[in-house]
């Protein structure tokens, strides 16, 4: 697995502690909007957050969250925190 | 018209029973939930035991989505959810449909402080330049109508959804409210009650006034002494009590179970006048609060079989019997029975009112009055004023028709409300 899969991974698991009952985990895809879609409630994106900074050393901005509306969205600007810091 | 108002469901979550048959088991038999507190020895509290829910027996799933169980630290949101639903599912009625609330369903729940242990982390993080890594939960975790909302939401609930507060009354004016919404005619059923949180951060403020008992660290369950001439504080509690109130024409419309009638309730002010203080009532108020809830049930002073009393363990109890005694015109062996259930589970603060009004009615369903728990030793002065076979030392087999109970809280408030088996008639 690359680095990348690995992190599309561990995002995934993530986001889906934050679903709501009726939707699987196996709904996201990189596609996903994660309120739109996934019907994650707006609050909880916060929450998100700041799970993906502890989980990958990074700082997200207000405006890196207002961007992050998709699955793919996030995984970008985690790529982006990530390779800034090296 | 005036609606009839009924009970239609019980849920509870006290120190010493979690759920209707465990704590009518622990109430019947005089089971303590009061335990030593490690935390607050460690603390270096005078008073180092209390009573607390035992909720690692229970499956919080069932209560909680996975999303609301992250990071959910408010013990106080824990128990009221408990007892709400639990309460909401003992009436037989369901959450409304995900399309619409159901507008005829309200909810009182109150509180007194909701979520501290959360309160405390963000207040850290604040302090410390990081407001940004608290969470999103919380506001909705340390407001204090967080426990109504969060009931409001799960059984979607459309007419009125509010929390009230006014300290050791709260449960019990909860009730009230409730009542007199239905009886008015503005909702059908209510979901009415209390809750409080456990831990240092609620009881430390009793602790540092030096009113809860410092001797009873090794023998915490006979610490909490109501009526005793050796009780010397009360001893600090956490839980939730749930009553689902409804008019009686929505009861038997859908054919469910009746616990007891609600026929009168009042809550009333001493202004902290005459005697009364921030901490301490005003005797003629809290007779007149007892004699306005006979007079608003619309019964006699003699009609009533039995009392649950607010007494705490403190060194006012006397004083609240002889209150009852003026406001009733009874005294001596003609004195109704009387309890308190805190000699078992502590002072449960806001949820206080609340935990006993559900004990007070299940009497009603298990035909029985509650014993107090040690009070072998009554207190001399509440000899003078009744005899002590008004104050059973065990539980007993008995049928009452009409019961009392009174709730009295700081900021000098009084509560009193008067429950009846249910009749047709």
């Given at each position: 697995m690359s680095e990348k899969e690995k992190r599309y991974e561990e995002l995934k698991e993530i986001v889906a502690n934050y679903l709501?009952?009726?939707?699987?985990?196996?709904?996201?895809?990189?596609?996903?909007?994660?309120?739109?879609?996934?019907?994650?409630?707006?609050?909880?994106l916060v929450d998100i957050v700041l799970d993906v900074e502890d989980a990958f050393d990074i700082m997200l901005e207000n405006e890196d969250m207002d961007k992050m509306t998709t699955v793919q969205e996030a995984l970008r600007i985690i790529d982006l925190k990530i390779d800034n810091k090296s | 018209m005036e609606n009839r108002v009924v009970i239609t469901g019980l849920g509870v979550c006290a120190p010493n029973g979690i759920g209707l048959s465990n704590f009518g088991e622990a109430l019947s038999h005089g089971q303590s939930g009061i335990r030593f507190q490690k935390d607050l020895n460690r603390l270096n509290f005078s008073c180092q035991i209390a009573g607390s829910p035992?909720?690692?027996?229970?499956?919080l799933n069932k209560y909680f989505s996975k999303v609301q169980l992250?990071?959910?630290?408010a013990s106080g949101l824990i128990y009221g959810v408990i007892a709400g639903k639990d309460a909401w599912s003992d009436s037989g009625l369901a959450p409304a449909?995900?399309?619409?609330?159901?507008?005829e369903s309200g909810v009182v729940f109150g509180t007194g402080m909701l979520g501290v242990e959360r309160f405390r982390n963000a207040i850290y993080a604040v302090d410390a330049g990081?407001?940004?890594?608290?969470?999103?939960?919380t506001v909705i975790q340390t407001m204090a109508s967080g426990i109504s909302a969060y009931l409001g939401g799960m059984l979607g609930c459309g007419n009125q959804v509010t929390t009230n507060s006014s300290a050791c009354t709260t449960g019990t004016e909860a009730l009230i409210m409730g009542y007199e919404r239905i009886k008015l005619g503005k909702a059908s059923r209510m979901l009415v009650g209390s809750c409080s949180d456990s831990g240092p951060y609620i009881w430390g403020g009793f602790d540092a006034m030096r009113?809860?008992?410092?001797?009873y660290n090794d023998n915490p369950?006979?610490?909490?002494?109501?009526?005793?001439?050796?009780a010397t504080g009360f001893v600090p509690g956490s839980g939730a009590g749930a009553l689902v109130l409804e008019s009686l024409e929505s009861a038997l419309e859908r054919n469910a179970k009746i616990y007891?009638?609600?026929i009168g309730g009042v809550v009333n002010s001493g202004g902290q006048r005459a005697e009364g203080s921030m901490t301490a009532p005003n005797s003629r108020a809290v007779q007149a609060c007892i004699r306005s809830a006979v007079k608003n049930a619309g019964?006699?002073?003699?009609?009533?079989?039995v009392i649950n009393g607010?007494?705490?363990?403190?060194?006012k109890d006397p004083l609240e019997i002889e209150n009852w005694s003026s406001a009733l015109g009874r005294k001596g062996k003609d004195f109704p029975f009387i309890n308190s259930f805190k000699g078992m589970f502590g002072h449960c603060l806001a949820a206080a009112g609340s935990i006993e009004c559900v004990g007070t009615v299940l009497q009603f369903e298990r035909q029985q009055v509650f014993g107090n728990v040690?009070?072998?030793?009554?207190?001399p002065e509440i000899l003078k004023t009744i005899?002590?076979?008004?104050?059973?030392q065990k539980s007993f087999s008995y049928s009452p028709k009409i019961m009392a109970k009174a709730s009295f809280g700081f900021g000098d408030v009084n509560a009193c409300v008067i429950f009846k088996a249910y009749s047709k008639n």
């Open positions: 709501p009952e009726d939707v699987p985990s196996q709904s996201i895809s990189l596609e996903s909007h994660f309120i739109n879609e996934l019907n994650i409630n707006s609050a909880n | 035992n909720i690692e027996e229970i499956d992250r990071g959910l630290e449909k995900d399309d619409a609330p159901d507008w990081n407001v940004r890594r608290s969470g999103s939960t009113i809860l008992p410092n001797s369950e006979e610490a909490s002494r109501p009526m005793s001439a050796s007891a009638e609600v019964i006699a002073p003699g009609e009533i079989e607010h007494l705490t363990a403190t060194t040690n009070c072998a030793d009554i207190h005899h002590k076979s008004c104050i059973p």
